[in-house]
């Protein structure tokens, strides 16, 4: 068996594809670090007070054992309120509660249509479900509605779920979540929007793209805290009736040992960061506009109009070499390569965050258009 694995490794290194670990260096744009919360004194001083007050470091068992703490269920009481939502649930990472929404909610005869750009995450519950599940093309709402049509047509009577992100994570491109809450309703679907980034960045307060949606009786969302809030975990945002089933049958929930009550006691805290503190999301929204002015300038890439710009270059090697280029001048930016991103898409993927400034941001257009340069040369 080994060997096979040897065998794969090398094909990988061949195509360009393989992976390893990095420890952080350079000037960061690559995180998803987006207000610039992960080591900030707001934090670090949450956690020291939480500490201070008795909040254990671990759970010591699953929430339906003994792990439940009080600060789960204040993070989740003021979630609920801070979203807009009736309940919230929070589980220990945003990827293992993408998860459990599609191996969990969606039953037999029930129809799964997602984007085709959807998150990894997202496509590991859909093959735990019992429902079929369909691709949608990216950002289209006919084609939604025109899969759900072709499955109602077929003799289909279960319910139709479905499943996009509001703010794509590779592309950085928007959900058109008006048009997609309206063909829910028509075709009595429910609709499950991952605000993984959009959370914090967007919306009032940073309530997200899909904040005006909160609260519907068909609507369930998702908050990753890993991301703008600078944290962990996944906090699901649904009707009270959708969180408690997940209680009783999401294994992903069940099962597992709860998260650190001092992680949740540090997602509260970047709940109110995010209320109160407007100013880091305008400051990003700055970065963000001068980032696309400096593309346009110096380059031939376009502006995706958010906190992530894809750098699309088409050859896995071509990514690599570039990526390898900045990091030599001093920047952390990764190549991203297929399966993460559709073949023939290899790119960087450049994120703003507010760990950087715009004399910094302009020098990187600047190396990016040299680099790029060079390695067509």
């Known amino acids: 068996m080994s060997g096979n694995h040897e065998r794969a490794l090398d094909a990988l290194l061949r195509r360009g ?23 900030s004194r707001e934090l670090a001083d949450a956690i020291v007070q939480a500490i201070a007050r008795g909040v254990p470091v671990g759970a010591g068992g699953s929430r339906l054992l003994r792990g439940n703490h009080p600060e789960h269920e204040a993070l989740e009481h003021e979630a609920a309120q801070f979203f807009g939502a009736e309940t919230a649930l929070f589980f220990g990472g945003g990827f293992i509660a993408n998860t459990a929404l599609l191996a969990t909610l969606p039953s037999h ?27 949608a093309r990216h ?25 996009v992100e509001s703010l794509y994570s590779m592309d950085g491109d928007r959900a058109p979540l008006d048009d997609l809450a309206a063909i829910a309703l028509r075709n009595d679907a429910m609709l499950i929007v991952d605000e993984a980034h959009a959370t914090g960045v967007f919306g009032p307060d940073g309530r997200g793209l899909a904040a005006h949606l909160e609260g519907s009786a068909n609507v369930v969302t998702l908050h990753t805290c890993g991301k703008a809030l600078g944290v962990m975990g996944g906090l699901v945002l649904a009707p009270r009736t959708i969180c408690d ?11 597992a040992t709860a998260p650190s009550p001092l992680v949740a006691a540090a997602v509260r805290a970047a709940l109110e960061i995010c209320r109160a503190e407007p100013q880091r999301r305008e400051k990003l929204h700055r970065l963000i506009s001068f980032t696309a ?21 088409g050859a896995d090697t071509r990514a690599v070499a570039l990526a390898s280029s900045l990091k030599a001048r ?46 067509a040369a």
């Open 330 to 375: 001093g920047y952390d930016i990764r190549a991203i390569r297929p399966p993460t991103v559709p073949e023939g898409t290899a790119r960087l993927r450049l994120t703003v965050t507010l760990n950087t400034e715009e004399s910094v941001i302009s020098q990187l257009i600047s190396d990016l258009a040299a680099a790029q340069a060079e390695i």
């Open 17 to 39: 594809r393989l992976r390893a670990l990095e420890t952080p260096h350079g000037i960061d744009f690559t995180s998803n670090d987006y207000l610039g919360l992960a080591q």
């Open 293 to 313: 002015s400096e593309l346009r300038s110096k380059t031939s890439f376009a502006p995706s109009g958010s906190q992530i710009q894809p750098i699309i270059v």
């Open 139 to 163: 950002n289209d709402p006919q084609s939604v509605e025109d899969v759900i049509t072709a499955w109602r047509a077929a003799g289909a009577t279960g319910q139709p779920w479905i499943v």
């Open 245 to 255: 089933f997940l209680v009783n049958r999401a294994r992903a929930f069940i099962y």
């Open 109 to 135: 005869g029930d129809l799964i249509v997602y984007d085709e750009l959807i998150h990894a995450s997202a496509h590991d519950g859909m093959r735990l479900s019992k429902a079929d599940a369909a691709a």
